[in-house]
């Protein structure tokens, strides 16, 4: 989101200007450089906490020691505590991906000097961040910290609070310990931490707490934080006063208990992650449910019989997050034909979020069952049905709903299906839509306008397309601006109506060279599919940016297709003249040959193929050299004296700065050219033992004349 400004939000690719070289004594900054600007400032300076939160979690992603500082800089800033502090919000919001986190140990001096603090809410965030480490990484900086009577009771009680959140032996051995600690207050936080964290009711007797004690050290993490929190849930349901407070705790064991599950999950083979699955989506609890749903999409097996029933009755679970996540999987597993399903839970549905992820899912789940060749047979009234709620969705003042809306109306009319009447309608209804999107300012414009653009292209709306969408794609396509999409999506709903149309246009406006990556890549695009030998010049120039290179060669190479023998050759001798950049022009030279092959023009062919012949050698490629001297051979039944084939091979064989031994190579792999039967190739034979007495070491050498055998060329 920080990125937005640099980055074309439509393909997720830097928007790369026209290259304008900068005087030398003032090199411009690099993308990198101009992102961590931006990133700082949104971290120190940023107007609300998603800001500051949205940097960090950039930050955190970029490996380079930069944008570490710059987070490193923030955890030690007093004067910025709030920047700190979110710090340890991404930390703790990456926790789950610490093996993402490049060099986590940068972060482990601040974290431990900020639990030297005052602030509660810096320590508890601190101490929540810490859970990027691996428990031995720190359990006996933070065991030193919470024993050492050196220490004000406060920074030792602090140790205790960050020792608390880790269910392991240790913690309970060392919080027993400071329950008798000199220090009353010390020992008055050691006995309310085993309460808190590990149940132990609080008036326990040392006779009873030693029993108790003995009995945590004897279950695994994962059995830990499963018994808490179950008694947190029931604390939780029994003590209104104190719900908050517990179910922050709760959430806290639950990442964690979700985490132990995870590496169990991981380890398992597949069968035993079948039952890992079907076990925990009949889970009392919810947090198990969610997890298991989110751990269907990359199952690796198939959906069992027994699966398919508790992925449909997740629909309609108990718990929202839930049926969200059921519906957010089923939308991926439409082979399941949950439309049925989908569309009762829909019908009763309360909840807006839900709702749009069932309909989202529904729409899937429709497009899947109705596309050609579908196994799956659903009454045609579920459809109708889907549409009809995607029209009324669409049409919806609220942005997510009406986007939602177009997107399943794009699905199910992109089916090409619907009666010229009815598609009308639906084609007017999304026109009607973006004009007001329009006319708001609204930012669903850009996926509206992409939806039109995608109907365009299909044949049985195209006429109604133009009508309704043709003025729409060419008012957005002179809107200012290019950071949002929209132009890009009026270049490809152009190109969709009528692209030698589109084509004709976007020259007329010099789009080639415009600032938007998005419109050029478009423009680029419909060059290559309808073109002629006229964009071949402007195409050749892009073959230098860095953004525009490898598409630009792509609609070069689609219009040379569509040429003569004659035509590609001359820009293979062209682009050799033109840029640094050999295997195209082998590719091109490998075209040309080709299409004189088939136009039969003998002469054009070996043209060319001695150009290819000598791009191949120097490229080192000896396989593809040995091919063109065989054709050559098979040509001329022989060589004949100064056959310039003959001769650039010569002049690569006496080149000293090529390899011994890859001229050997090549040597070998011209004895090995097949002779059609009957053929002598006495002088042939005569040049391959002159080149090996003069270029292969004796303890290479190979017979130079094969059993003559029919040649396959």
């Given at each position: 989101m920080l990125w937005a400004a640099y980055v074309d939000v439509s393909r997720g690719q830097p928007a790369i200007a026209e290259t304008v070289s900068p005087p030398k004594e003032?090199?411009?900054?690099?993308?990198?450089?101009?992102?961590?600007?931006?990133l700082r400032t949104a971290l120190f300076q940023g107007p609300t906490d998603q800001n500051r939160l949205d940097a960090v979690l950039v930050l955190l992603s970029r490996q380079d020691r930069e944008a570490r500082a710059?987070?490193?800089?923030?955890?030690?800033?007093?004067?910025?505590?709030?920047?700190?502090?979110?710090?340890?919000?991404?930390?703790?919001?990456?926790?789950?991906?610490?093996?993402?986190?490049a060099n986590r140990n940068d972060f482990l001096e601040p974290l431990l000097g900020i639990l030297m603090g005052d602030s509660a809410e810096d320590v508890r965030l601190a101490s929540e961040a810490l859970l990027v480490f691996e428990f031995d990484q720190i359990s006996e900086r933070l065991a030193t910290l919470a024993r050492s009577k050196?220490?004000?009771?406060?920074?030792?009680?602090?140790?205790?609070?960050?020792?608390?959140?880790?269910?392991e032996k240790e913690v309970v051995t060392v919080l027993a310990e400071l329950v008798d600690d000199p220090d009353p207050e010390v020992a008055a936080a050691a006995r309310k931490t085993l309460t808190e964290a590990f149940g132990i009711p609080a008036a326990t007797d040392p006779q009873t707490l030693h029993a108790l004690l003995l009995q945590l050290q004897a279950k695994?993490?994962?059995?830990?934080?499963?018994?808490?929190?179950m008694v947190l849930r029931d604390q939780a349901a029994m003590q209104s006063d104190r719900t908050r407070r517990i179910e922050a705790e709760r959430d806290l064991w639950r990442q964690r208990y979700l985490a132990v599950l995870d590496r169990d999950y991981i380890g398992s083979d597949q069968a035993a992650k079948g039952k890992i699955l079907l076990e925990k989506l009949g889970s009392e609890l919810a947090s198990e449910r969610q997890w298991a749903l989110r751990k269907v999409p990359a199952f690796p097996g198939t959906?069992?019989?027994?699966?398919?029933?508790?992925l449909l009755a997740a629909v309609s679970d108990s718990d929202r997050d839930v049926r969200i996540e059921a519906a957010r999987v089923l939308a991926g597993k439409s082979a399941l034909n949950p439309a049925e399903t989908l569309l009762h839970q829909l019908e009763q549905e309360k909840d807006k979020e839900v709702s749009l992820a069932l309909f989202s899912a529904l729409g899937e789940?429709?497009?899947?069952?109705?596309?050609?060749?579908?196994p799956i047979k659903l009454d045609p009234g579920i459809k109708e049905n889907t549409l009809d709620r995607a029209g009324k969705f669409l049409q919806s003042d609220d942005p997510s709903i009406s986007t939602q809306g177009a997107d399943v109306v794009a699905k199910l009319m992109?089916?090409?299906?619907?009666a010229t009447e009815t598609a009308q309608t639906y084609l007017k209804m999304l026109a009607d839509r973006y004009a007001r999107a329009k006319a708001k300012s609204e930012k669903i414009q850009v996926p509206l306008l992409s939806h039109m653009a995608q109907l365009a292209s299909v044949p049985g709306y195209k006429t109604k397309a133009g009508e309704f969408f043709q003025p729409l794609f060419l008012e957005a396509l002179d809107t200012p601006g290019s950071g949002n999409g929209l132009r890009e999506a009026a270049v490809n709903g152009l190109a969709a109506l009528d692209k030698s149309a589109a084509l004709k246009l976007f020259r007329e406006k010099n789009l080639a060279n415009d600032s938007s990556a998005g419109v050029r890549r478009g423009v680029i695009a419909v060059a290559g599919d309808v073109g002629d030998v006229s964009d071949l010049n402007w195409l050749l120039k892009k073959l230098t940016s860095n953004g525009d290179a490898e598409t630009a060669w792509q609609a070069m190479i689609a219009i040379l297709n569509r040429q003569g023998a004659?035509?590609?050759?001359?820009?293979?001798?062209?682009?050799?003249?033109?840029?640094?950049n050999p295997p195209r022009q082998r590719e091109l030279l490998g075209l040309a040959a080709s299409k004189a092959d088939a136009e039969k023009n003998e002469s054009l062919a070996a043209q060319v193929r001695i150009l290819l012949l000598d791009a191949h050698l120097k490229a080192g490629d000896i396989p593809k050299a040995g091919a063109v001297v065989a054709w050559r051979l098979l040509q001329q039944k022989d060589i004949a004296a100064g056959d310039p084939f003959i001769g650039a091979v010569e002049a690569w064989l006496a080149n000293p700065e090529v390899a011994a031994d890859k001229k050997t190579i090549l040597i070998q792999t011209l004895a090995g050219v097949i002779k059609p039967e009957g053929a002598a190739w006495t002088n042939w034979t005569a040049k391959l033992r002159l080149w090996e007495e003069q270029f292969v070491p004796q303890s290479d050498a190979g017979p130079t004349n094969p059993p003559a055998s029919e040649s396959t060329s």
């Open positions: 003032q090199a411009p900054p690099s993308e990198s450089d101009l992102q961590l600007r931006v710059v987070l490193l800089s923030a955890l030690l800033a007093k004067e910025t505590p709030a920047a700190g502090r979110t710090v340890c919000l991404g930390l703790i919001r990456r926790r789950g991906l610490s093996g993402m986190i050196d220490l004000a009771a406060r920074i030792r009680i602090n140790a205790m609070y960050a020792l608390r959140l880790w269910p695994t993490p994962g059995q830990i934080m499963r018994d808490l929190m959906i069992s019989p027994e699966m398919r029933v508790l789940a429709c497009l899947f069952a109705f596309s050609p060749g579908s992109g089916l090409n299906s619907l004659e035509v590609v050759y001359s820009w293979a001798v062209q682009l050799g003249d033109t840029t640094a």
